[in-house]
C-alpha cells in the first residue's frame, strides 16, 4: 500500500459489503500491520498528511490524522470539512492549529485570514440583545471554545518557540482571526479565508444552506459539531444543520 500509494477496494476482505463512498478514511488491517487510507472514488489512496503537526501540535489518535489530512488538503481538493465528534475530541484545536499554520507559517501563505462564527443559541434561550456593547462584545461569549483553544495554542506555540510573538490578544487585534457572526453572512462571498463554524448541531438546515452557498474562491469551511448536543429547541439529535450537511454532501 505504502509502496505504491495506493489499493484496490478489491484487495479488502468482504469489500463488496462496504458502502464506499468518496472520500471516506479507512483504518486497514492486516495480521501483522494497519495502515490509514482515503478513499478518493476508484482506490484506496495514502494519506498525504499522516505524519504532519500543524503549528507543532501532534495528533493523539487515527481520528485526529484524519481530521488534520481533511484540514490540511487544499482548496481544490477539500473546500468542506464536516467534523462530527463529542467534547474533548480536538475537533476545535485541531481546527485551529491546521488555519493558525496555513496563515501564519506556511510560505506563501494558504489564506488571509481565518473566520470563526457559532450560533448564538444557548441553553438559556437568550438573545443577542441582551447582552451590552457592540457585535463582537455580544457575539464574544459565544465563542468560549474558540477562545480558549486559540490561547492554548499560543502558549504551546510560545513554550517551543520562544521567538514567537503571536498570543490570542494579538491575533484577534491584528484581524488574523476574525469574529464573523452568522447573521451578517448573507450577501457576502467568503474568499481566500480558513472558516471555522463551531456548534453547527444548532444550526438548521435551511440556514446551513445559506452559509454554505457563501465559500467562495480560496476559502476553506469548516463545520464542527456535536449532533448530541442540541440547545435550539426547534432541532433534535437527526434533524439539524451537522447532520443535514454531512449527509447530504456524502460523494
Not at 473546500?79 to 484545536?93: D, E, N, Q, R, S
Not at 490578544?169 to 457576502?188: A, C, E, H, W, Y
Request: with cysteine; charged share 20%; glycine share 8%.
Amino acid at each position: 500500500f505504502y509502496k505504491n500509494g495506493f489499493m484496490p477496494t478489491k484487495d479488502i476482505i468482504s469489500s463488496n459489503q462496504i458502502e464506499w463512498v468518496t472520500n471516506m478514511f479507512l483504518l486497514i488491517k492486516s495480521p501483522t500491520n494497519s495502515a490509514i487510507g482515503r478513499y478518493d472514488g476508484k482506490n484506496i489512496v495514502k494519506l498525504n498528511y499522516q505524519d504532519y503537526h500543524p503549528y507543532g501540535i501532534t495528533p493523539k489518535n487515527i481520528g485526529q490524522k484524519m481530521i488534520v489530512e481533511a484540514l490540511m488538503e487544499s482548496t481544490e481538493r477539500a473546500p468542506l470539512v464536516i467534523i462530527k465528534g463529542g467534547a474533548g475530541t480536538g475537533k476545535t484545536y485541531q481546527s485551529l492549529a491546521a488555519a493558525l499554520e496555513q496563515t501564519l507559517l506556511a510560505s506563501p501563505k494558504v489564506y488571509s485570514q481565518i473566520l470563526v462564527s457559532s450560533p448564538t443559541q444557548t441553553v438559556g434561550q437568550e438573545r443577542l440583545g441582551f447582552l451590552p456593547g457592540e457585535i463582537e462584545d455580544k457575539f464574544n461569549p459565544h465563542l468560549g471554545g474558540i477562545m480558549d483553544n486559540v490561547k492554548i495554542l499560543c502558549q504551546s506555540r510560545k513554550i517551543d518557540n520562544k521567538n514567537s510573538k503571536h498570543t490570542q490578544k494579538s491575533l484577534f487585534d491584528n484581524g488574523t482571526i476574525q469574529v464573523q457572526p452568522i447573521g451578517f453572512l448573507r450577501g457576502r462571498t467568503i474568499v481566500n479565508s480558513f472558516f471555522i463554524i463551531d456548534e453547527t448541531q444548532n444550526i438548521s438546515p435551511d440556514d446551513i444552506k445559506s452559509i454554505v452557498t457563501r465559500i467562495g474562491e480560496g476559502s476553506k469551511f469548516i463545520f464542527l459539531g456535536d449532533p448530541t448536543q442540541i440547545d435550539n429547541p426547534s432541532l433534535n439529535e437527526r434533524y439539524n444543520g451537522l447532520v443535514y450537511l454531512s449527509e447530504r454532501m456524502k460523494n
